[in-house]
């Protein structure tokens, strides 16, 4: 049955609305490469006690070669039975579509079976498009679910979108959310005066997904024109793959920007302003930037190796793994942005999680 925007339970719609943390959750595999529960249920238990707001599953971080070896719908089973095994907490759920209208519309129906709240949606299958298609895609798609839009990187598959696109998606009566993350400050405009000029700042909440600004993003007022008039949208929160590692030192700096905008007349200190180079130097070991993107996924696993959630740093693609000089640039801003880290809190409740 579809789902819908009013169909959310409140305290759901509440988390998004007011800004949380979703990280994106990666697949946890063995040395034969096959699904292991164990490590899975593991990371799921990590980002329910780290105190993430919500999790985002079957995304890029998953992994969107689970479609293919058969495991999609088991990993998003997986997450939701783990999260309400640990916790009875409300948390936001939502589950990657991508592919083609038939493939997505699948996917979402598949999602709404297993209880989640809103899907993410990846455009990147249908690059080559028109935007009038990729309306009627997203459309088609929300039908089903409620759609959180996303503006990939053009570096790993996004298509460049228009101010006209979001202004006509955010004028979708079943769009929740939009994960921007384009990487690029022109972009991420152009997804503020589509939202502006749909009249959505309110309905529909911008969540960054913008790895080399996450700070800045969630500090800055974005301001935009209409009808002759300045029009303020702000960043809510963060649905990141950069948040699957570190993950409670992420809930703490989302809660001191939040408490500084509040108390200092939504203006933050240079202390934590200058926080966002950091993480920005941070990510840019942990997504392997130095040799575009490589890797990634492996280096968020890499650094989830190291503090004991995962077995190894296996894909599902062999092909995929560390960059050339990557691991030597994690142990880089482990030196140099160690403080950043949550190995302490990991090491007190890794056995725990591994039970």
């Not at 049955?1 to 959750?25: E, F, N, Y």
């Not at 950069?242 to 920007?257: D, N, P, R, Y």
């Amino acid at each position: 049955m579809p789902l819908k925007r009013d169909d959310l339970p409140p305290a759901v719609l509440s988390l998004l609305a007011q800004g949380t943390v979703i990280p994106a959750h990666p697949l946890a595999l063995n040395a034969r490469r096959q699904f292991d529960p164990r490590r899975q249920r593991a990371l799921t238990r990590y980002y329910v006690d780290s105190g993430a707001g919500g999790l985002a599953v079957g995304v890029h971080t998953t992994q969107f070669k689970i479609r293919e070896v058969g495991l999609y719908e088991k990993v998003l089973a997986a997450a939701m039975r783990d999260k309400a095994d640990w916790s009875e907490r409300p948390m936001a759920m939502i589950a990657g579509l991508c592919g083609a209208t038939s493939q997505a519309v699948r996917e979402a129906q598949t999602s709404v079976g297993l209880g989640y709240h809103a899907g993410l949606l990846s455009l990147a299958a249908m690059s080559q498009a028109s935007e009038d298609e990729l309306i009627a895609h997203c459309e088609a798609v929300a039908r089903e679910i409620p759609l959180i839009g996303f503006y990939l990187q053009t570096v790993v598959g996004g298509p460049v979108l228009s101010s006209g696109f979001w202004r006509r998606f955010a004028s979708l009566p079943n769009v929740l959310a939009i994960k921007v993350a384009p990487f690029n400050r022109y972009r991420t405009l152009d997804v503020v005066r589509g939202l502006i000029d749909a009249r959505a700042e309110d309905r529909v909440f911008l969540y960054t997904g913008n790895d080399d600004h996450i700070v800045l993003d969630l500090s800055l007022p974005f301001m935009g024109m209409r009808d002759g008039q300045p029009v303020t949208a702000r960043f809510r929160g963060g649905l990141l793959g950069h948040w699957s590692v570190w993950t409670s030192s992420a809930v703490q700096l989302l809660a001191a920007i939040k408490q500084e905008l509040a108390s200092g007349g939504g203006a933050l200190s240079p202390p934590l302003l200058a926080l966002d180079s950091r993480v920005t130097d941070c990510n840019s070991a942990f997504f392997d930037v130095a040799n575009n993107f490589h890797g990634c996924i492996a280096g968020c696993h890499e650094v989830l190796r190291r503090q004991g959630l995962l077995e190894g740093i296996w894909c599902l693609d062999p092909v995929e793994g560390l960059g050339r000089g990557q691991s030597e640039e994690i142990d880089r801003v482990y030196r140099a942005h160690g403080d950043l880290s949550d190995d302490a809190f990991v090491r007190k409740n890794l056995d725990r999680w591994l039970a």
